[in-house]
């Protein structure tokens, strides 16, 4: 007999206004018994349908709901959401890399679908995404006809689902590093080592927007296989792109030489040292820019999040020539926007700098959020000047 879930009263609210969470302490009851990932019907206290997701009894989300009417979690389901969510990507333009699926934005919870050239790379951040991967790989096959499907699991969030980190091929034959364009450069994407699915494909119409702030010496922190630092590179001078990495290193020096870019100086070190390095040495340049992994995954470690990107950003402000520019970025939706602009308030008084917002930005298009889920907004992308 399928799962059947009952809430608590009055925790339907947030879910019919479209959330797909069910959290496991908002629920009064469960009638029936199935296995474990199976589809569950989420039902209000008093009875009323809301809609049916997968169920997962080790996970604190209990069910995420993505059924909300009469449909089956059948092969004309899966067919069609794909096919919907590549759609409206294609209709923005988006040809050679993009996200093609962003789990819930796209009412697939768990889902995750990067296009690289001619093949996809998978996460599957769920027990029931991960128990149908194979049929969706299938499904995504008979659609797109890609040459591989890489899947990259190997992400800390899928122990909250008790499920262990993979990454392994799903289909067809898959290269250490498969090259595509982004805004007119070459990029060579590091599919199975690069950071989340191998490039932050999120950040492409920000890296873009980064050339008209970059002249003269530009300091890109954080750099990864570098994004900023090619696109700042058309522009600037020099750029010198740091990062503790010697692998993101080496893809930064690959992708130069890639597109013949011979302005590029890498530099290896932590960048809380290399910044407070440069303040000692009172070095100074034209742009810097900022964009570090997630300092909080967590509610719990928002405050010391804050720390560390006031750290950054309060160095950052002191290393900036006047008349310069600090580009900086938060990946976390823990840290919030109301967050963040207070915590850039507060570096910027202690600076001693007259601080100016120029423009402020969210994710690429390919990563749509939803107004009813918060945690599909996360990126923040500021660019200040400094006098």
């Not at 962003?102 to 996809?120: R, S």
């Amino acid at each position: 007999m399928a799962y059947n879930i009952y809430l608590k009263k009055g925790e339907e609210k947030r879910i019919i206004n479209g959330h797909s969470w069910v959290y496991a302490n908002e629920v009064a009851k469960i009638e029936g018994k199935d296995k474990n990932g199976a589809l569950a019907t989420v039902y209000s206290n008093d009875g009323k349908f809301i809609g049916k997701g997968y169920i997962n009894h080790a996970s604190k989300i209990l069910v995420r709901i993505f059924l909300r009417g009469s449909d089956e979690d059948d092969k004309d389901f899966y067919l069609k959401s794909l096919k919907t969510a590549d759609d409206y990507r294609r209709n923005l333009g988006y040809d050679n890399c993009y996200r093609m699926v962003f789990a819930e934005a796209d009412n697939l919870p768990a889902l995750i679908v990067d296009k690289y050239g001619d093949y996809l790379v998978m996460q599957c951040l769920s027990l029931g995404i991960d128990l149908r991967k194979k049929f969706i790989c299938d499904c995504l096959v008979e659609l797109f006809a890609p040459k591989g499907i890489f899947e990259r699991s190997d992400v800390a969030v899928r122990k909250k689902e008790g499920l262990p980190e993979v990454k392994n091929t799903l289909y067809g034959e898959v290269p250490d590093y498969v090259e595509v364009e982004e805004n007119g450069l070459k990029m060579l994407v590091d599919i199975k080592n690069g950071q989340k699915t191998g490039y932050f494909l999120d950040q492409k119409e920000n890296r873009f927007a980064v050339r008209r702030y970059c002249k003269g010496e530009v300091l890109d922190c954080f750099c990864n296989s570098g994004g900023f630092s090619l696109n700042a590179s058309t522009k600037a001078d020099k750029v010198i792109s740091c990062d503790i990495s010697a692998l993101a290193l080496k893809n930064v020096s690959d992708n130069a030489k890639l597109n013949n870019i011979k302005n590029i100086q890498t530099l290896q070190g932590d960048v809380f040292e290399v910044l407070r390095n440069f303040r000692k040495e009172k070095r100074q340049f034209d742009t810097v820019i900022l964009d570090p992994p997630a300092f909080c995954k967590s509610a719990s470690e928002v405050k010391d999040a804050y720390r560390g990107y006031k750290d950054i950003n309060l160095t950052a402000m002191k290393i900036v020539r006047s008349g310069g520019f600090l580009i900086t970025c938060s990946c976390s939706h823990y840290m919030t926007a109301a967050l963040f602009e207070k915590m850039l308030f507060e570096a910027a008084r202690e600076s001693g700098r007259r601080v100016r917002f120029v423009e402020v930005k969210t994710q690429a298009p390919d990563h749509p959020s939803l107004l009813s889920t918060e945690e599909t907004n996360y990126l923040k992308f500021y660019v200040l000047h400094l006098n």
